[in-house]
């Protein structure tokens, strides 16, 4: 059982607590809505979604965090600017947790954050990510919205291995001028979101649980992961077919659950249609580390 000495900070976003000691605390489950492929979407670059389709989805969410107690945040995913500020709109009003930002695009990104101060939910706004390809652009844009929390993606393309990713955030890994972590502070990011990168099977994921303990126990920031990455990515299971493919769904959850074990404060689980399933196997581990916790 996981216990750090080290203080463990907590950050309140959108009425949700990330962080603090294993054990003490539940996980935070964070799906993704309108990710590529999502079948309610009808029209990526406006926007638009089929009819009461996010009241359904945050509807059934809601059942099943309040089934399990599992607390919760919603990533929200768009490729264009038009269609981010579109999906924000609808999920702003049916939902009232926190909202991770996410976009393969940093203007997407950027646009979603002014959009939110236009809703008036920028405290309840989670950038996603500052990353190793930041920019000076980037950065600035951050400042100047206010963005007081962020995702720090610790993916090091030069070390792919725990030590890389904890080097990234503590002085750049070679690769940004100085710590992510720093840099991120410096810029207004004042409750930052520890990602330890899992990309794929085969780049190092299992890294991913090593360095959510390390870096719990040399910061105490929130740490996580989407280990689900890995499981897309896993060689044996891209070659099942027909009902075997169904095995997907079991290692899917399991996925879920190792990062909890490894002490994570929040877990990138995927697809929110995969809430219920995932949140039963969550609130399991969460109770057994909250026994193990106990005696401590």
Not at 96 to 101: A, D, R, S, T, V
Not at 243 to 264: C, H, N
Request: charged share 25%.
């Amino acid at each position: 059982m996981l216990k750090f000495t080290n203080k463990q900070t907590t950050f309140k976003i959108g009425g949700v607590e990330f962080g603090g000691q294993p054990g003490k605390r539940r996980t935070v489950m964070v799906g993704s809505i309108f990710y590529p492929r999502h079948s309610v979407v009808e029209d990526r670059v406006e926007g638009r979604v089929k009819e009461g389709a996010v009241e359904r989805l945050v509807g059934d969410l809601a059942r099943a965090a309040e089934e399990t107690g599992c607390p919760t945040a919603l990533m929200v995913y768009a490729e264009t600017e038009r269609c981010m500020r579109s999906h924000l709109e609808k999920v702003a009003d049916a939902y009232q947790g926190p909202l991770f930002i996410d976009s393969p695009s940093a203007d997407v990104r950027i646009a979603g954050v002014v959009k939110a101060n236009e809703l008036g939910v920028q405290k309840r706004v989670i950038y996603n990510t500052i990353n190793a390809g930041v920019t000076d652009k980037e950065l600035e844009a951050l400042r100047r919205n206010e963005v007081k929390s962020a995702v720090l993606l610790a993916f090091n393309p030069g070390d792919i291995q725990a030590k890389g990713k904890i080097y990234l955030l503590e002085n750049g890994g070679g690769i940004l001028p100085q710590g992510m972590l720093e840099m991120a502070q410096a810029h207004g990011v004042e409750m930052p979101l520890l990602d330890m990168a899992v990309m794929a099977s085969e780049q190092g994921a299992g890294s991913a649980l090593r360095g959510i303990m390390i870096a719990k126990a040399k910061w105490g920031l929130p740490c996580g992961c989407a280990m689900h990455n890995a499981v897309e990515s896993y060689p044996p299971l891209a070659k099942l077919q027909g009902e075997d493919r169904k095995l997907f769904r079991y290692v899917d959850v399991a996925a879920a659950v190792m990062p909890i074990m490894a002490g994570a404060d929040y877990v990138m689980y995927g697809p929110i249609e995969f809430a219920r399933r995932t949140f039963h196997a969550a609130a399991f581990a969460d109770q057994l580390m909250a026994q193990a916790a106990a005696e401590l």
